[in-house]
């Protein structure tokens, strides 16, 4: 079965879009710019600051979308944060947040706001997304907060997110009172890390060990081997599971690629916590300005996409029966 249609091709839409962007603003880069300005941030009482489907069911994913937008203009000044309001960067959002809920739903309400993310090109240098991750950190928090007080009505609830969203994942962990932490069923850091710096924040990320723990943060990130690993992504790294056999050990998975007809192996390197996959024959996708020839992440929740649906709703099921139950 193919993956499904909706994201997969509004996604490289995404991706082509973010690689023309950053083209243009190479072009630029040798001449004076003027301050950048700041797009003004979501109202998240709006309903247009939110995707969502309410499906009525017992457990909610709330999902932050991956990297987006790429450097663009407004007026004469630079930009590097999404404006939520402007309809040509919506769309890219709403591409993502549409094909990970058809992805990955099955039977949850789907969450995910729109927020000032950071563009591409913050990612070329650690002073860059030192300087500009905090701001959409903050919104995606003001979003949680509305979440939790008006749209979440006391649910059990799966915090996912992928690349920077996976980054707000962690923030939002690090944040999270004890009542809220009682109702999470689990955290998905998909395409991000988890440093001992989190770990010394936080002591809610608590590593995944299987496919059914709960109150966990289940962390990967994929590539062909380890020199082509994207250090601004994994650099770092604490925690890892395979997301194909959920064993922490290096025991390989098989497993049929939904985007071809490879049967790939993933086994993760208990060293650098990365997943090594072998058999991919498709030609790899390299991001701009901070990919790797041999780096899958842009893949992360296509490559996985039945096994992170599955264990998504094993999750939910084992920590709805086990409500009331002391972790």
Request: aromatic share 12%.
């Amino acid at each position: 079965m193919a993956i499904k249609r909706s994201f997969a091709s509004l996604f490289a839409v995404s991706l082509l879009a973010l690689t023309s962007v950053v083209a243009v603003s190479c072009r630029k880069s040798q001449s004076v710019r003027p301050v950048a300005v700041v797009p003004g941030p979501p109202v998240y009482s709006d309903a247009t600051q939110w995707y969502v489907a309410d499906r009525n069911a017992p457990v909610d994913i709330f999902y932050i979308i991956s990297t987006e937008t790429g450097d663009y203009s407004l007026g004469a000044q630079p930009c590097h944060f999404a404006d939520t309001y402007n309809d040509s960067i919506r769309a890219l959002f709403y591409g993502e947040m549409k094909g990970v809920d058809d992805i990955l739903c099955g039977n949850f309400n789907f969450y995910s706001p729109y927020y000032r993310q950071c563009t591409l090109q913050t990612f070329a240098s650690d002073s860059l997304v030192d300087s500009r991750l905090p701001l959409a950190l903050t919104d995606v928090r003001r979003a949680f907060a509305y979440y939790l007080a008006h749209l979440n009505q006391g649910r059990p609830f799966i915090l996912a997110g992928f690349s920077q969203g996976a980054a707000a994942v962690v923030d939002l962990m690090e944040r999270l009172d004890p009542a809220d932490y009682s109702r999470m069923v689990a955290a998905y850091v998909i395409g991000w890390r988890v440093t001992d710096a989190d770990l010394a924040r936080s002591s809610y990320l608590r590593a995944a060990k299987d496919s059914a723990d709960c109150g966990v943060t289940i962390c990967y990130n994929s590539v062909r081997d380890n020199s082509c690993a994207i250090p601004v992504i994994s650099r770092g790294n604490r925690m890892a599971i395979n997301p194909v056999n959920w064993r922490t050990d290096a025991t390989p998975a098989r497993f049929v690629c939904p985007l071809s007809a490879d049967t790939l192996t993933v086994a993760l390197d208990t060293v650098s916590l990365l997943l090594h996959v072998g058999g991919y024959t498709r030609t790899d996708y390299i991001l701009p300005l901070i990919g790797r020839a041999g780096n899958y992440h842009s893949l992360e929740i296509p490559l996985y996409q039945y096994s992170l649906r599955r264990n998504m709703a094993l999750r939910a099921q084992r920590f709805l029966a086990a409500a009331g139950t002391p972790r």
